[in-house]
């Protein structure tokens, strides 16, 4: 099964691309991986949130793939333990699921037309953490329900 990530601008944060990039190269390891960043909207300061919303939302409808399922960060979303989320990632593996998008929207959330090609929505925490973080965070995860999967001692009960 291969996942690719799509976000929002770059992450800006020296620490932060470190740790993605850490998590990232553990990640090929277990599934083909891929991460699309899309370049923030230019004169985001004269438009208003719904306007970059929008804009955001075409942008990323443009970047995935036919025939997967899409999965939105969302603060909205369904939570899940560890545990949970590496047999939710099994379940998608034994549906036969080839890809999968998971979307990582921008400081003002997602479209009402990303939300309508959604296929899930998942919430990492009921805290809100900024678009940059939540991919860490994400990855970290990802790399967490894999390992687990595979009975590796990263993750402890």
Known sequence: MKINLIV???TGKKFLEEGEQEYLNRLKHYTPFAVTV???????????????????GKLIL??????????????????YGSVEF??????RMNRGIKHITFV??????FSDEVYNKAN????LSRMTFSHQMIRMLFLEQLYRGFTILKNEPYHHE
């Open 62 to 79: 443009d970047k995935i793939e036919a025939g997967g399922i899409i999965v939105l960060l969302d603060e909205n979303g369904k939570q």
């Open 38 to 56: 899309i370049p923030d909207i230019k004169n985001a300061k004269n438009k208003t949130q719904n306007q970059l919303k929008e804009e955001e």
């Open 8 to 10: 929002i601008g770059k």
């Open 120 to 123: 899930e929505k998942l919430s």
């Open 104 to 109: 990582v929207g921008g400081p003002y959330g």
């Open 86 to 91: 590496a047999n939710w990632i099994q379940d």
